[in-house]
């Protein structure tokens, strides 16, 4: 290793003549301004620049597309758009697939963030015990987070399809239409779908805050004469509350971001709009028809709702404290 | 019995969730392998008769899966060559120098986190597309995924972690911050820059909507846009539409899931320590 001691002798200090003095005067108050290793800032600069043109701006751009009626032009045309105040806003939300679509999402998190909540928990708290292969199961939940949804897309079609192995299996108890192609179902189906791709990584997320409750307080709940369910309920749960309010907040932003799946499972957000999500009539309204003052619109109202959905949920699951 | 299984029923959930989650990835193989699609149980079993190459075949002639691969690879590489260069000096400066509006910089990289990428979709395709003409070109795909912030966080975390006597004693000796992030604060963070490498990779490796919207050339197309289209239009006329789509599956899969499987240990410690620590 390449590591020095830990105290070098500092170079004995001179007196130094008065010119020395006046930049050590000058160094000091450059000090207080741009501080002690101005350098940095040319270090952090250029993720500094990304940040500003891949997020401040378009952040602010958005938002005045949708108030300006705003339409693609060709590179370099100087065209009028005038400021439209609230109209975009009054036309995407009195538009029944826009309506519909955030609904479909609203069912979507009613579905995902309760199951990924338990099941992600539950296994976190299984995998944390002294338990043969370990690392297998550990490996094998995350292995479908690490994969490609357009990949996995391609399997579940062919799982749940029709005739697929699902519907086999099930027999008689298949439902009909089939999940994807049923308005009741297609929905649900690729909640459970977006549950199970993204578990692992949840599952990680509670692993590590399984290792910050202290063992002194499960030792006092059995002391108490808890059972294991009892203090699941009352050590566990409450010390990874921090933890819970993470990966309410992560599934409920994932979920508002649903795109690739109601795209290729269900072609496209069928049937009838049943599974459409916001982001894909925004795709649809913004890009291929050509609104993109629309296209911000709904998506600046849905920020604005995933904002919202996350204070109540914080409020809900309870302080951070 | 209970000797060897402490907790047979844990055992038994952990058993069950293990199948569910690999099922799927077992099925894709099987599936891509298949001659004639077999939804049947029996089908879910490699049948000696039913077993071809030809689905790989298939796809490779509809998508050119050479091309769409080095396209998925040039975009990555691209992502990951940014984020080792900005984002480790980013993360380095974050971590171990002073300077103004440190604690600015570091506010916006944790406020970068929330903000829901698909919301910035239309504003960055007008700006990318139509503004600056970047449509089917690499630097338009890799431009809103140049550093990413999560890599930047981790590369902050462990410089943080090494002791400030070594910067002391560099900094005495007369070298400059360039020379002392290069000479020795990143052949300490080794496995830092490996989690950096691996958390970058599946990002734009998995991507779909961004480079989707941008490329129309078939030939400029990652693999994940290329299957998908095939997927979306081609497949219905194919002969074997599933086993060519469950072959382009499993070369797209493929690389993530071996990346994950040779590195777990970095993968997971990373994922729990920006759990933990955010």
New interface residues.
Partial sequence: M???????P??ARRARPAAGRRREALRAVMGT?????????A??A???V??AA??A???A??VY?SFHDYF??A?GAIVDRPFVGFDNYVTVLSDPAVRRSFLNVGIFLLINVPLTVVLSL??AN??N?????R??????????Y??????????????F?E???V???LGPLAPSPSWLVNSKLAMPTIAIYVT?KQ???FI??Y???LQ?VSKDLYEAASMDGAGRIKSFWNVTVPGVRP?TI?VV?LAT?TG??L??EP??LT?GGGPNGASASP?LV??QK??EQGN?DL??AI??L??IG?LILALIERLFVGKDD | MRRLLPNPWRFLTLLVGAFVFLFPFYYMLIGSLQAEPDPTVRGAFPEPGNLTGQNYVEIDKAISLGQSLLNSGIFTGGVILGTMVFGVLAGYALARLQFRGRGAVFGLMLLVQVVPFQLLTIPLYVMIVRSYGLADSYLGMIAPFAINSVAVFIFRQYFLQLPQELFDAASVDGANELEILLRIAIPLVRPALLTGVLVTFIGPWNEFLWPFLITKQQDLQPLAVSLSNYLTTVSARAANPFGAVLAGACVLAAPAVALFIAFQRQFISSSLESGVKG
């Fill in positions: 390449n590591r020095r001691p830990a105290t070098v500092k170079p301004v741009l501080g002690k290793q101005p350098i940095g800032s270090f952090v250029p993720y500094l990304f940040l891949i997020f701006y378009p952040l751009f958005a597309m693609f032009t590179p539950g296994l299984a995998l015990a002294a338990i043969r292969w690392t297998f199961f550990r490996v094998s939940y995350y292995v479908p690490v994969t490609a949804s357009v990949a996995v897309v391609g399997v579940w079609l062919f799982l399809n005739n697929g192995l519907n086999t299996v199970w578990l692992g990584f990680l997320l692993l590590a805050a910050n933890a993470l907040l932003v508002a971001n795109f690739t795209y290729l072609g982001v925004m795709y913004g890009i993109p296209g911000s998506g600046v849905l920020v995933v």
